[in-house]
């Protein structure tokens, strides 16, 4: 149960909380999501209206309509600050990346306050009569605002609050849905029955897209590009989801009840609307297929989505609930291995390095000339850092979805880095890299999953185990190290590590690469099947020469081997934890939003650890179901000094000898792990002092 007449609700999945405005009460309740309890009761003001999370600072904030302020909520301590605007909030916005909320008011001149996030100062922007609904292009860095009295579009350049231009649309225009990707904006008109759209570089309508029926309400899947839209018939008492592509209707979709709200997760393609009574609809994106759910009462329903978890959250006016879907896992994915091969080189062509607090999308399929299928789902990757200087972080994520709360690269110190990605595709195959600081970046490719077929393969976790150790003993898989500018074929299937007669086509591998002579520079180290040509990529970089480990799948060359060419001398250790061969008993790929599932900076007492860790991975906020027997983290450790070594394994076993990396000078350091589990947990330990963060971006299971 919530508060009285719950109106508006929204979610922060980086903390896995929901927020839900109890318009009666003036209050919001505070759902912990784990278990669906509500936690906290905090005040707002008087007839609050509209919610926003901003997941990055994990403040939320409230438009109180008749208080005529924001509420600025802490999403730690629950303290609340009141932050007058114009009368009569509304609508609500946040730009999380420049950390500014917008809160249209004033409904007889109309205005937008602009506050600040940082510092809580408000600027306010004159617009037309009546402002309700926002729309936000980040990467235009625009504003969009409909003015329902005057049936126009106001447009604010978010950079220096200025009114850009004014544009005409159908007549009482209550929502708007910017795709930032076509630059293209969505305006739905009550009483003309058509959705306006918006040419976000002239600002002029390029199309009014007739409907016939009255919409209602609309929502943008950035993956598919696909606009649903729905409305309601007055004259047959009929109901229906329109789907916009680009500036053209593709499809109809009737359905069984008024549609009053509706969420889209782009993860799994799913669409959800309610009804205001009892009743949801979910449309499947893939085969527009539909499929009722009944939820509680509530004639003003909201809606809202934690894509980390996939659970979708209705409010119910009527009954005082909340409803919850959890949805079904994504579609199984199975391995493609590929010849490695380099995607993007920010160094050589294009538009250069990427610009500091800047980021910018790749197409992948179309790049590198690598083969890459347009059927490809999620990317097996390399990504490198080439610093301009200090770089915070790299984050790396799906096209189209909101920037996570998630860092794939970290150099602090400006030095160039590698680290292993599994990463889904986005809007037309493309994943979006960010930069804090500028630097040009290179993504080399090595396979890619896709729904199972004829050529695929499904993936078989190890107990990680140590299959090449250059440091001792001799033999092929053993002493001496490697000789710089010098190829050298391992045959991995002599080691133990690895079972017999399995058909392999590909390993899940991780690489440490130990200076020899210790301090010794090595450059880069490259990997690729045996038997084949060196490809121009590398998988790990050292040149400061310290301690590196990066993960990396590596397809099987001749014999099942596999190569690797050092720039110089270098002593490789090389650790196993699976591989992808046909056949049947193996594991699919089910990727996820990227998920926050451990940070021991906001755990406990927040200081750092030493020694062993148990991370409850599918009891955390990520939520990976029980039936996941492996995990993908992006594992990253903040050391007090220096950190000889981090291991992760399967909980319940013991200890093997294996690192998954190396921080011995001290600095952040990030890899990649695909981690075996046996009961929903792993175990991680470290050798030193340290912060560890576990970010998951996907699951094995069968």
């Not at 605007?85 to 950390?99: C, E, K, L, R």
């Not at 010098?486 to 690469?513: H, K, M, W």
């Not at 394994?649 to 921080?663: D, I």
């Amino acid at each position: 149960m919530t508060g009285r007449f719950p109106v508006a609700i929204a979610v922060n999945q980086a903390t896995n909380r929901i927020y839900i405005v109890n318009q009666q009460d003036y209050t919001v309740s505070v759902i912990d999501g784990s278990n669906d309890s509500v936690i906290a009761t905090v005040p707002s003001g008087y007839e609050s209206f509209s919610i926003a999370v901003n997941p990055i600072t994990n403040l939320i904030y409230v438009t109180n309509f008749l208080g005529n302020d924001v509420t600025v909520i802490d999403g730690v301590t629950h303290a609340t600050k009141a932050v007058p605007v114009g009368s009569y909030p509304v609508g609500i916005a946040i730009d999380t990346a420049a950390n500014k909320i917008y809160v249209t008011n004033d409904f007889q001149t109309g205005a937008v306050t602009v506050i600040d996030g940082a510092t809580n100062a408000t600027h306010s922007v004159a617009v037309g009569k009546n402002p309700n609904a926002l729309g936000i292009n980040p990467v235009t860095k625009t504003i969009y605002v409909t003015n329902s009295q005057e049936n126009t579009v106001s447009v604010i350049d978010a950079t220096t609050f200025t009114i850009k231009g004014t544009i005409v649309v159908g007549s009482g225009p209550p929502n708007v849905v910017v795709n930032p990707l076509t630059n293209r904006v969505y305006v739905a008109s009550y009483s003309d029955q058509n959705v306006s759209v918006i040419n976000g570089a002239s600002n002029t309508v390029e199309a009014t897209i007739p409907l016939g029926v009255t919409p209602k309400v609309m929502a943008l899947n950035p993956v598919t590009n696909f606009v649903y839209v729905g409305s309601i018939d007055y004259n047959s008492q009929t109901y229906n989801v329109t789907r916009i592509s680009d500036t053209q209707i593709v499809g109809v979709i009737a359905i069984h009840g008024s549609p009053k709200a509706i969420v889209v997760n782009p993860v799994t393609n799913k669409i959800y609307l309610a009804d205001g009574d009892t009743q949801m609809t979910m449309i499947n994106g893939a085969d527009n297929t539909i499929h009722e759910l009944t939820i509680g009462y509530g004639y003003a329903p909201a809606m809202a989505i934690n894509l980390a978890i996939n659970r979708v959250y209705t409010a119910n006016s009527n009954d005082n609930t909340v409803s919850v879907v959890a949805e079904a896992n994504s579609s199984p994915l199975q391995f493609i291995s590929l010849p490695p091969c380099r995607l993007v080189d920010t160094r050589h062509g294009g538009g250069g390095a990427i610009q500091g607090g800047t980021s910018q999308s790749f197409t992948i399929p179309q790049l590198g000339g690598c083969n890459v299928s347009n059927a490809a789902s999620v990317y097996s990757l390399n990504v490198m850092v080439v610093p301009h200087g200090g770089l915070a972080y790299v984050s790396l994520w799906p096209t189209g979805e909101d920037q996570p709360l998630v860092s794939t690269v970290n150099s602090i110190d400006g030095r160039i880095k590698a680290n292993a990605a599994i990463m889904p595709a986005g809007y037309q195959g493309a994943v979006t890299v960010y930069v804090t600081n500028t630097t040009d970046v290179i993504l080399d490719i090595n396979g890619y999953f896709q729904s199972a077929g004829v050529d695929t393969n499904q993936f078989f976790p190890l107990a990680p185990c140590r299959v090449v150790d250059t440091r001792h003993g001799s033999g092929d898989l053993k002493d001496p190290f490697l000789v710089g500018r010098v190829e050298r074929d391992f045959p991995v299937l002599e080691s133990t590590c690895i079972p017999q007669g399995a058909n392999i086509q590909a390993y899940s591998f991780n690489f440490t690469a130990v200076p020899h002579p210790s301090g010794h520079a090595l450059g880069y180290l490259s990997v690729w099947p045996a038997g084949g040509q060196r490809p121009v990529v590398s998988t790990l970089n050292n040149l400061t020469g310290t301690i590196v480990a990066n993960a990396a799948i590596v397809p099987a060359g001749s014999g099942g081997g596999i190569a690797v060419y050092p720039e110089q001398d270098t002593d490789l250790v090389i650790d196993i934890n699976g591989y992808f061969a046909a056949g049947p008993n193996g594991l699919s790929l089910y990727p996820a939003a990227p998920c926050r599932a451990i940070d021991t900076r906001r755990v406990g007492n927040g200081q750092p650890f030493s020694g062993d860790l148990i991370v409850n991975v599918g009891g955390s906020i990520c939520g990976p179901p029980g039936t996941a027997e492996a995990y993908v983290f992006n594992a990253t450790v903040v050391p007090t000094g220096s950190l000889g070594y981090l291991t992760l394994w399967p909980n319940g076993q013991s200890m093997p000898v294996v690192s998954t990396l190396n921080a011995v000078d001290g600095w952040i350091t990030s890899n990649m792990a695909i981690v075996p589990t046996m009961n929903g947990s792993i175990d991680a330990y470290v050798s030193g002092l340290t912060q560890l963060i576990l970010d998951i971006s996907s699951y094995f299971a069968p």
